[in-house]
């Protein structure tokens, strides 16, 4: 079992940046990939960015190649996410997300999210 806990999310201007967190607790955070989703009002949840459980590989959408990056500490059990250059349109509820292999994303391990707005 891995629990998963969000933190970071909140209100910023079209141009700013965010740093979301992940921390997770229970089974050997280090065994996971771990990726970010979101979810907008009246969507449907979609990718954002993935990473393996060794930080060597990750992936990410077009809408935010450039823009975000994703990191994970395994000493401290934390995924990040590091937001600049945000959008309006990158207003969302983000969830991390836990999955034996990027190649199996996303994984049956959800938070509970956290809110992002995007607005001046």
């Known amino acids: 079992q891995v629990q998963l806990v969000e933190s970071g999310g909140g209100l910023v201007q079209p141009g700013g940046s965010l740093r979301l967190s992940c921390t997770a607790s229970?089974?050997?955070?280090?065994?996971?990939?771990m990726g970010w989703y979101r979810q907008a009002p009246g969507k449907e949840r979609e990718f954002v960015a993935a990473?393996?459980?060794?930080?060597?590989?990750?992936n990410y959408a077009d809408s935010v190649k450039g823009r975000f990056t994703i990191s994970r500490d395994n000493a401290k059990n934390t995924l990040y996410l590091q937001m600049n250059s945000l959008k309006p349109e990158d207003t969302a509820v983000y969830y991390c997300?836990?999955?034996?292999?990027?190649?199996?994303?996303?994984?049956?391990?959800w938070g509970q999210g956290t809110q992002v707005t995007v607005s001046s």
């Open positions: 997300n836990a999955a034996r292999s990027i190649g199996t994303m996303p994984g049956n391990y």
């Open positions: 229970g089974s050997i955070f280090i065994t996971y990939a």
């Open positions: 990473i393996s459980w060794s930080g060597g590989t990750t």
